[in-house]
């Protein structure tokens, strides 16, 4: 049983018809990473599934059909997403910004924990915890976003571009982090345009142009598919 | 000096109601993204509850005051419910939003005069009135009334109370959260209805408890809440919209400008001075004083 299975789903923008049938199936304990031009309808897909924006076809998640759940319900089953530019909570303390994404849950000693963890595994936040958000860079509200989100403790964890806009080197970090975080037990849906760095972390793939599914294989074999190569590798 | 001093202390009292009235409005507009016209209406029946319940209840002063802020919280939540909701969850809020709340304002003001009648009424006293004194300047003594003090008091609690909640309770981060990038919270899990309605609530409790302070000062009437509203509402300006810390800041100002003025120039000028000294500071720091501003990190 796939953990999150997506069939046909249709998304549209007024008339734009932002994504068209589209399918999707992420296995418990992979890293699937989703590569696609700007406007290919990447994020729309992440905000939908999150059910911010209105769908239909059918989702399922750990085998339960969530078309009619909200986005709290979504977040208490454990599917959550970081949302692309970060998006930290500016005026808010750096800790703030970790304890408001275990808003959803009840249990305080698990939150507990979950913070000491995303400290141990971003000792920068750890040293920053009382600075407001917005005065780390870049690469700091990257890691703050995704321990924000990690703080929800999700099976399933949405990431829209997190490499977006930072240098080279922490790039590099990122990309790391997301392999760390899937090693403890947090499947992985990564939404990219660095294909390269996406599809070398990931078991999987999937090619998205302008609302449809192009290409679906295996990491190894999209990244020396010539299609691929010359559309998102730089040749 | 001494008729400068004095005139700062009398202007504090006035100020505090005027910080209370611009919270309610900068948390309103900074979660909800509405400017709602009908605090200054709510800022009305709070000072005429206040009024019945002490004048026909005997009720003392504290339980009053609470009594008056309970009617404001549910007042401006059913202000919500009948006039916002339904343009939020129609996605219109934003552009329509306005009109509604002059429209609602409208109806409640009208309605009040047409219920009350225009006549202004004036609480029973409920605490002695004297004069204080603070301390001496020379020969001459810098007092305070035990009414301005009072309500002096009770706007610092209230202040208090509200820092706490907003800082020591997760409800109260996330509506600081919420005030920055609602959709984003909705990641987490937070029922934003849920928070706009404690948003409201505490606006509404807020601004009744200015008019509870206004009634002990001065004569009530219907159409109070108008230029009260407008003042409340500019002082959040003056803060930087969004900022709690600078409505207290903005409003305090203007009680002060204003109790200037009348001591200085005359009582007739009062509201126009302080208005072009809003205007003034506005045009040196357009975020207003405490507005916030960070760069864009890449």
Redesign the interface.
């Known amino acids: 049983m796939a953990l999150l299975e997506v069939k046909g789903l249709n998304v549209f923008y007024g008339k734009i018809h932002a994504l068209k049938d589209l399918s999707l199936s992420i296995e418990e304990g992979e890293i699937v990473s989703l590569i696609g031009a700007n406007g290919a309808g990447k994020t729309t897909l992440l905000t939908s599934l999150m059910h911010q924006l209105p769908y239909t076809g059918s989702v399922s998640f750990q085998g339960k059909a969530i078309d009619q759940a909200g986005t709290r319900d979504i977040v208490k089953m454990g599917m959550t997403m970081v949302p692309e530019g970060r998006r930290v909570f500016v005026r808010t303390s750096v800790q703030d910004n970790l304890l408001l994404g275990a808003y959803s849950r009840k249990d305080k000693e698990g939150v507990k924990k979950d913070l000491d963890h995303i400290y141990e595994m971003f000792p920068r936040l750890l040293e920053r915890k009382n600075q407001l958000a917005g005065t780390l860079s870049g690469g700091e509200q990257q890691m703050l976003a995704m321990g924000r989100a990690l703080m929800s403790s999700p099976r399933l964890l949405l990431l829209d571009e997190p490499s977006m806009g930072l240098s080279p080197l922490l790039v590099d970090q990122i990309f790391d982090t997301v392999v760390n975080i899937n090693k403890t037990g947090t499947t992985i849906l990564l939404v990219e345009q660095n294909a390269n760095q996406a599809l070398r972390i990931a078991k999987r793939g999937y090619v998205i142009e302008t609302g449809e599914i192009v290409l679906s294989d295996s990491a190894d074999k999209l990244i020396v598919n010539p299609q691929v190569k010359e559309a998102y590798l730089g040749g | 000096m001494f008729v400068f001093l004095q005139q700062i202390i009398n202007g504090l009292a006035q100020g505090g109601i005027y910080s209370l009235i611009a919270i309610g409005w900068t948390t309103v507009f900074g979660i909800v993204g509405v400017i709602n016209w009908t605090h200054g209406e709510v800022y009305m029946l709070g000072a005429y509850v206040g009024y019945f319940v002490t004048t026909f209840l005997h009720l003392p002063l504290i339980p009053a005051l609470l009594v008056s802020m309970l009617a404001g919280m549910v007042i401006a939540v059913l202000v919500d419910e009948v006039g916002y909701r339904p343009l939020r969850k129609r996605g219109v809020l934003a552009a329509t939003g306005f009109i509604t709340a002059l429209g609602l304002s409208t109806i409640l003001r009208y309605s009040a005069s047409a219920a009350f009648t225009v006549n202004p009424r004036a609480y029973p006293e409920l605490i002695e009135q004297e004069l204080l004194t603070l301390f001496r300047v020379g020969d001459s003594a810098i007092t305070i009334s035990s009414l301005h003090l009072i309500i002096l008091i009770g706007t610092f609690v209230i202040m208090v109370a509200l820092e706490l909640f907003m800082k020591r309770t ?1 409800t109260g ?2 509506m ?2 919420a005030s ?2 609602m ?9 934003a209805e849920l928070l706009i309605k404690i948003t409201f609530a505490i606006s509404g409790a807020l601004g009744a408890a200015a008019g509870f302070f206004i009634g002990l000062l001065y004569a009530i009437d219907p159409i109070m809440g108008a230029l009260a509203g407008l003042k409340g509402w500019s002082c959040a300006i003056l803060g930087g919209i969004g900022s709690i810390a600078g409505s207290l800041v903005g409003g305090i100002l203007l009680g002060i400008a204003e109790s200037l003025t009348a001591g200085f120039i005359s009582t007739g000028y009062k509201d126009a001075i302080g208005f072009a000294i809003m205007i003034f500071i506005l045009l040196i720091k357009p975020s207003g004083l405490m507005g ?1 501003k ?1 760069e864009e ?2």
């Open positions: 997760l981060k996330a600081l959260a920055q990038d959709q984003t919270l909705g990641l987490m899990g937070v029922n916030y960070f990190k890449v």
